[in-house]
């Protein structure tokens, strides 16, 4: 937590190894240990990637695709052709229904409403099964109502044995007391860390009384801007010497997860496709996508008839005539800077 400029997002992407340069140190994932290295190897922070996602902000799903087709094409990407389609197609309605996602598998991206794009956004992180989950803001663009689901429905994947690392400006007191760990920021400093619950003890131990009835996340984020004097540097020395995080209790494994520990040699080992598999897959989705962009199948087909006729009555007869052979040469490079930007009409048209 913290206010805007604190350091959360550059903390994020250093523990997510997304910003490597100018950082030093490890980072300690269970039994897995990643060294940040200037000069180091990448080994360990490509093992480590793997055992982790980054879930940004921005919720950056194709809005062509079906909840149930963006799901298919990362199972295909991520689970390559290990498990059969029967396989993965029980792995994705597995995680489709805890999500609650159930009813939308039919939906495109485009139609869905901010909560369902950010679970959605989990859903396709959650196909391989990641140990630890990083996530930017989850709750940025939502209203109360559902950023309170999004954020209990992090709980219970935290109560299932995952690990969930999220930033957050200032939550509601319903949400923030579904946090198990606070790291206050302010300024690039931890002014707090420990149990949410342990925030209004630790602030009257060092003279600040938070009101009765107050929140105590808008209290310490009130704290952290200044606005009952500069306590930052202050509440940062006291947090070096004072530790009110409790340790986090040890949550009981899954059952499901219990028992394919429990087959070891036995238990299936994903590997990662091959370059073939994924260029199938990829061009399959890039031949869908392009069938179902009204500015690429329909607009641009138009445009080529015209533009056919347009050149083609321009330069009527100029094959037969020597005279006219740079009206040729004029023809097939008016040709072919015309194929060239009309291949860029559809990025152009997002973009406005």
Known sequence: MGPSGAGKSSLMNALTGFSTKGVTGSIRAGDSVCELKPKGSLNSLKAYR????????????????????????????????????????????????????????????????????????????????????????????LDSSTSAQCMQLLKNLASNGRTIVCTIHQPPASV????????????????????????????????????????????????????YGKFNEFLAEKCLNHVWAEKPAILPVPDRISEVISLGKTSVIINPPHEL????????????????????????????????????????????????????????????????YTSLMPAVLKSK
């Open 176 to 227: 923030y007391s579904l946090f198990d760990q606070v790291y206050m920021l302010a300024e690039g400093m931890c002014i707090y860390h420990g149990a949410s619950e342990n925030t209004v003890p630790y602030l009257a131990s060092v003279g600040l009384q938070c009101p009765r009835y107050h929140n105590p996340a808008d209290y310490i984020l009130e704290i952290a801007t200044g606005e």
């Open 277 to 340: 598999y994924k260029f199938g897959k990829l061009f399959k989705r890039c031949i869908l996508q392009q069938y179902r962009d009204w500015t690429v199948s329909h607009l641009k087909l138009f445009m080529h008839m015209v533009i056919g006729v347009l050149l083609g009555l321009l330069y009527e007869k100029a094959g037969n005539d020597g005279s006219k052979t740079v009206s040729n040469l004029s023809f097939l490079l008016v040709s072919t800077v015309y194929l060239c």
């Open 50 to 141: 793997k055992k982790s996602c980054y879930i940004l902000q921005d919720d950056r799903l194709n809005p062509l695709f079906t909840v149930a087709e963006l799901m298919k094409f990362a199972a295909d990407m991520k689970l390559g052709d290990t498990l059969t389609d029967k396989l993965k197609l029980s792995v994705i309605n597995e995680i489709i229904n805890t999500l609650g996602l159930s009813g939308s598998e039919n939906t495109r991206c485009a139609c869905l409403s901010g909560g369902q794009k950010k679970r959605l956004s989990i859903a396709v992180e959650l196909i391989d099964n990641p140990p630890v989950l990083f996530l930017d803001e989850p709750t940025t663009g």
